[in-house]
């Protein structure tokens, strides 16, 4: 399995903006897609966006369409997620995820379909 270890989390004003990263490491990190889900508490772990194995194909969560952008660039073995206009409701623990082996949009919204998730890191944006 590949090693995912987040960072970039922080204390942020509403409308501010953060960058995470996740590195990967132990495994070909360009046979996995990623994924980029958060967990706030008492909350389920959801969905906020994903990439292709490229890069090419990135889905988003409609909470946070057009506020995030998520990247990856293989030969740094990270993924990022940029978030931008952040609201309070952001708020939550933010956990990266890789799946390898055959994908599809269903897959990469499910965190059930996941194989590896780092530790997470704390977004907390006050209002």
């Known amino acids: 399995q590949v090693q995912l270890v987040e960072s970039g989390g922080g204390l942020v004003q509403a409308g501010g903006s953060l960058r995470l990263s996740c590195a990967a490491s132990g495994r070909p990190f360009s046979s996995y897609a990623m994924g980029w889900f958060r967990q706030a508490p008492g909350k389920e772990r959801e969905f906020v966006s994903a990439?292709?194995?490229?890069?090419?194909?990135?889905y988003y969560a409609d909470s946070v369409k057009g506020r995030f952008t998520i990247s990856r660039d293989n030969a740094k073995n990270t993924v990022y997620l940029q978030m931008n206009s952040l609201k309070h409701e952001d708020t939550a623990v933010y956990y990266c995820?890789?799946?390898?082996?055959?994908?599809?949009?269903?897959?990469?919204?499910?965190?059930?379909?996941?194989?590896?998730w780092g530790q997470g890191t704390q977004v907390t944006v006050s209002s």
């Open positions: 995820g890789a799946q390898g082996g055959s994908v599809d949009y269903s897959s990469l919204r499910d965190p059930k379909e996941y194989d590896s």
């Open positions: 990439t292709s194995l490229s890069g090419v194909r990135s």
